[in-house]
């Protein structure tokens, strides 16, 4: 039978309603210590919820038509997988349905195989644990017993995601290392003569902060709980309506003071151009007079400009242009310098024109860490009541013009303009800087809100495990009583021991692990095919890629060489004499060298990879002592790629070379020269 979308709608409704009536009822009894009978007669609201069916789920069993047992792990193990799910939650690593399924099939296959070995208690399989371990997965009615069991510890959850860098920059490191580093805010502060012995702020004025948000122009303006509802045809499940939008994304930089003032915005948009239709008029800003003045009573500056850019994001050169208006701000408000500007690391903002022209007008600026702005930039604390106000103003122009009407960079500028003055209060600036750590009393790490951090877990406690017994008290270590005490505890610990089984937590199946380990994978190398902008196939770029994959294949690894023995390196010495044999690859350098990075000490003979610290051996050579060995090219001792002189016999893949000075001679004497053609090793350099 096919239902239709409202009645499959309907039941699923209704099954949720079931299981959440269970889960708070299972809940109650575990909260109160009352049995199923008192909790269905206390809540008579709970109208899906039977009195047998609460006394399975209480009992931690449930029985089919058969009256088999339905529980796949024990308790012990569902515990400990209960341990696992919940850690890894808050070390920001939540889990989805298949990981926890598989982790529950790791568990069984352990449990067979510690049943093979024998020694210690054995473990019954019921039949829902033996049909999920032939399938190798479980159904939902595991998840839903599992969830509905430990209602108190974990729920479902739809997942909040958050990009792995910023995950793993929201630590106690980053706050430490943004306030008291090495040049920290604390110490810009103190230097500036802003902050005082006592750590009070006394002209919080010269504290600043600036950001930068990007805003559509026209998109996602419609969204949220309160957005207008169209009419509706039964016939149809859903009701569309065809809108225009401009998904062009400006830029809108903004600058907060810790006093409370707001100083004018920089807006950043993507146009080559400047012309007349671009700038709103005064007769449409109203009463609005952005003539380049400054309102103490609001705490507000008129002052605003506009650059154009490619992309419409922030570069250098409007930075530039945005310090320069704060420069005049500044001044306009009589502000004393120098002043501390907190902002993030952006490229635009480091660049040497600006970094010069903020040193001249005695703008300090300090740079927060990487990937920290979510709770180290006072803007990000409040910024999204500028695009609900922005959102605002947009509805007000299709209000008036139509909902077709598209919304266009001019539109833009007049709505940002409009809603500046309104969109935050004095009181909430000052609260933005408070909610990172700052304030006119000082700086307090301790008002940051760290509910995104990774939290720092114990391990689960192996409750079920016994103890290892002490050592004994009252006798003599080492006496005859005393290793008869520790037999006789060690016999008890052995026997507790047996009837224990193992659990999960002792296979290290259970290892809690946050989700940053992709961060930390070393990525692949990888060889370039075209260098500049082109369009290439797939297919003939597929071939290319496995012509470079098959002769990176071809080339024969380096394999790690082995420690070896003097007599074993006398006779790879003697061997490689005077000519090392090594064999070259593709790219010159030797595959492999059993003499690499060794010298052979003139006193004693010995051969090792330092040189010789004998005292007969020091005392017979000398200051000046020389030492035979060494390799050249591919070796850690290279050296220039030469051609072996005429007078001795060319070898096919002669590279190497072990420099005695008879050899050295007669390479000499063969090139006709008084200059030795092979380079000295590291050793004889000097």
């Avoid at 006394?202 to 957005?227: K, S, Y």
């Avoid at 040193?359 to 990000?380: C, G, M, W």
């Avoid at 299709?398 to 001019?410: A, L, S």
């Amino acid at each position: 039978m096919t239902l239709s979308c409202s009645e499959g709608h309907r039941r699923r409704k209704e099954a949720e309603r079931r299981a959440q009536q269970l889960a708070e009822a299972v809940l109650y009894c575990r909260m109160h210590s009352v049995g199923a009978r008192r909790a269905i007669s206390d809540n008579p609201h709970w109208d899906t919820v039977s009195r047998s069916t609460l006394d399975r789920e209480l009992s931690g069993k449930r029985s089919g038509a058969r009256g088999e047992d339905k529980t796949v792990l024990t308790g012990p193990e569902e515990a400990q997988l209960v341990d696992w799910i919940n850690q890894s939650a808050l070390v920001n690593n939540a889990q989805k349905r298949r990981p926890i399924a598989r982790k529950v099939i790791e568990i069984l296959r352990q449990r067979a195989r510690n049943n093979k070995r024998g020694g210690r208690k054995h473990v019954k399989f019921s039949k829902a644990a033996r049909d999920a371990l032939l399938k190798g997965t479980v159904g939902p009615s595991f998840f839903t017993r599992l969830f509905t069991k430990w209602a108190d510890k974990i729920y479902w959850v739809k997942p909040h995601e958050e990009e792995g860098r910023r995950a793993e920059a929201a630590c106690e490191e980053s706050i430490e290392l943004h306030f008291d580093g090495v040049r920290g805010l604390r110490q810009k502060l103190r230097d500036a003569g802003i902050m005082d012995e006592e750590g009070k702020i006394t002209a919080p004025e010269r504290v600043l902060n600036c950001d930068e948000t990007p805003q559509f122009a026209d998109f996602g303006c419609n969204r949220g709980n309160n957005q207008e509802k169209v009419a509706a045809s039964r016939k149809k499940r859903r009701a569309r309506q065809a809108v225009t939008q401009n998904r062009t994304c400006p830029t809108v930089d903004f600058v907060w003071g810790l006093d409370g003032f707001q100083y004018g915005p920089h807006l950043i948009v993507s146009r080559k151009t400047i012309d007349t239709g671009l700038i709103p008029t005064a007769e449409e800003l109203g009463r609005l007079k952005y003539n380049d003045e400054i309102d103490e009573r609001i705490m507000c500056s008129f002052f605003a400009c506009v650059s154009t850019v490619e992309k419409g994001t922030q570069t250098t050169a409007s930075f530039k242009r945005r310090i320069e208006m704060l420069d005049k701000e500044l001044t306009a408000r009589n502000i004393s310098r120098p002043v501390v500007l907190c902002m993030d690391n952006h490229e635009s903002h480091t660049g040497p024109e600006v970094e010069e022209f903020m040193l001249a007008r005695k703008i300090v600026p300090h740079y927060e860490p990487p990937n920290t702005s979510a709770f180290l930039q006072a803007l990000d604390q409040y910024n999204q009541m500028l695009h609900d106000k922005y959102r605002k103003e947009v509805r007000v122009i299709k209000d008036r013009r139509g909902e077709d009407y598209r919304i266009t960079i001019h539109d833009f500028i007049m709505c940002v303009l409009r809603a500046w003055p309104f969109w935050s209060a004095p009181s909430d600036r000052v609260h933005s800087f408070y909610k990172v750590g700052i304030s006119q009393g000082g700086i307090d790490p301790s008002t940051i809100d760290r509910s995104s951090f990774v939290m720092q877990t114990d391990s689960p406690a192996k409750g079920i495990m016994p103890k290892r017994p002490p050592s004994p008290v009252g006798a003599r270590r080492g006496s005859l009583a005393y290793w008869k005490s520790k037999a006789e505890a060690l016999e008890e610990y052995a026997d507790a021991l047996e009837d224990t089984p193992i659990t999960p937590l002792e296979t290290l199946l259970l290892e809690v692990e946050d989700g940053l380990g992709e961060q930390q994978r070393k990525k692949k190398k990888r060889k370039r095919l075209r260098a500049e902008h082109t369009t290439e196939s797939i297919h003939v770029l597929q071939g290319e890629q496995a012509a470079v994959s098959a002769a990176a294949a071809a080339i024969p690894a380096v394999t790690k060489r082995k420690r070896r023995t003097q007599e074993e390196l006398l006779a790879v010495w003697d061997a490689c004499n005077p000519v090392c044999q090594c064999e070259k690859g593709p790219d010159g350098h030797p595959i492999s060298c059993p003499a690499a990075g060794f010298s052979k000490c003139g006193t004693c003979g010995k051969v090792s990879r330092v040189v010789c610290k004998k005292p007969d051996c020091v005392a017979q050579a000398g200051p000046a002592r020389s030492v035979q060995g060494g390799c050249a090219g591919g070796c850690p001792n290279e050296g220039p790629e030469v051609a072996p002189p005429s007078s001795l016999p060319a070898l096919p893949y002669a590279q190497c070379l072990l420099f005695t000075p008879e050899f050295q001679q007669a390479m000499s004497a063969g090139s006709n020269s008084s200059t030795p053609i092979w380079p000295f090793s590291k050793n004889q350099k000097n």
